[in-house]
């Protein structure tokens, strides 16, 4: 069965840039919407942004300035990257697949991987 | 992009049904039918209870329902079983494009 797992830096800089990779496996990147989820300690879910396997990208308006997400097909990987950040970017980060881009839900999870902000 | 309102908390005794609801406007729930449920226990990924309003995927149990009406879309759980305490996220479509709910935690008692 599918599974993604989210690996990269748990400690990040003030100012510096956090980076993430997912890895996909036991199935193909084709056909699917490729998402980042965060979830701040102790608060809820907000989504950051999606790319499906064609590249086409979108972004939560109130972090687009500062994300970009990509692809590698050739490894079945998708990766974050979230600039400038802040104490308030510490969160866990979870990488997600949907069927559709509006319609199903973020049917496969990875585990999560928390991510703080600290000199 | 505001967060949908969920009720912080709902509580209910084993057997019992609960209803958990998810308020939007009509940039999101009022207009699209593409609100989805997720189970979140202590420490775990969410997981997929409800697609598209209304959907199961398969392996989720009978017990779990999704409704709308208007700007509220509602998540049923009907015979609560102590394996259903944990957190509940709406999360709806709203061409910007996902806007996640504030989160409810349901205690079985």
């Known amino acids: 069965q599918v599974q993604l797992q989210e690996s990269g830096p748990g400690l990040v800089k003030p100012s510096e840039t956090l980076s993430l990779t997912c890895t996909v496996s036991?199935?193909?990147?084709?056909?699917?919407?490729w998402n980042w989820i965060r979830q701040s300690p102790g608060k809820g879910l907000e989504w950051i942004a999606y790319i499906f396997y064609t590249g086409s990208t979108n972004y939560n308006p109130s972090l687009k300035s500062r994300v970009t997400i990509s692809l590698d097909t050739s490894r079945n990987q998708f990766s974050l990257k979230l600039s400038s950040v802040t104490a308030a970017d510490t969160a866990v980060y979870f990488c997600?697949?949907?069927?559709?881009?509006?319609?199903?839900?973020?049917?496969?999870w990875g585990q999560g991987t928390m991510v703080s902000v600290s000199s | 992009q505001s967060a949908l309102t969920q009720p912080r908390s709902v509580s209910g005794s084993p057997g019992q049904s609960i209803t958990i609801s998810c308020t939007g406007t009509?940039?999101?729930?009022?207009?699209?039918?593409?609100v989805s449920w997720y189970q979140q226990l202590p420490g775990k990924a969410p997981k997929l209870m409800i697609y598209d309003v209304t959907k199961r995927p398969s392996g989720v149990p009978d017990r779990f329902s999704g409704s709308k009406s208007g700007n509220t879309a509602s998540l049923t759980i009907s015979g609560l079983q102590a394996e259903d305490e944990a957190d509940y996220y709406c999360?709806?479509?709203?061409?910007?494009?996902?806007?996640f709910g504030t989160g409810t935690k349901v205690t079985v008692l």
């Open positions: 997600a697949r949907r069927g559709g881009r509006r319609s199903g839900g973020f049917d496969i």
């Open positions: 036991g199935g193909s990147i084709t056909n699917f919407y």
């Open positions: 009509i940039s999101d729930v009022d207009t699209f039918n593409y």
């Open positions: 999360c709806s479509y709203t061409g910007s494009p996902f806007v």
